[in-house]
């Protein structure tokens, strides 16, 4: 059974930095991994995606700010935000799904909150 493992998530002051990673486990070669997050009182969105091709697309707000970035042997993405502002607290989500029509596999989420 695949899962997937977030961790990263943490207290932060606008402007800074942090960097989440989630490893996927019982896989290999996975077809796409993502970030989501949700903020409170808004649904989950989609922050970063990226296929095992490199292919990669940014939600409007991590444009710029948010980098994700892939092992593919190792089953691993990372997601590097800078320039963190308040808008960005949110618990965020690592996605995965194994083949491109495969279903959508969930990690249980880490917590970013950012504040002063």
């Known amino acids: 059974q695949v899962q997937l493992v977030e961790s990263g998530g943490g207290l932060v002051q606008p402007g800074g930095s942090l960097r989440l990673s989630c490893s996927a486990s019982?896989?290999?070669?996975?077809?796409?991994m993502a970030w989501y997050r949700q903020r409170p009182g808004k649904q989950r969105e989609e922050v970063a995606t990226?296929?095992?091709?490199?292919?990669?697309y940014y939600a409007d707000s991590a444009e710029g700010r948010f980098t994700i970035s892939r092992d593919v042997a190792e089953s691993t993405v990372s997601l590097q935000m800078n320039n963190l502002r308040s808008a960005d607290t949110a618990t965020y989500y690592c996605?995965?799904?194994?083949?491109?029509?495969?279903?959508?596999?969930w990690g249980k989420g880490t917590l970013v909150t950012v504040s002063s």
């Open positions: 019982n896989t290999h070669n996975v077809y796409i």
């Open positions: 996605q995965a799904r194994i083949t491109p029509l495969g279903a959508e596999i």
């Open positions: 990226m296929t095992k091709d490199g292919v990669t």
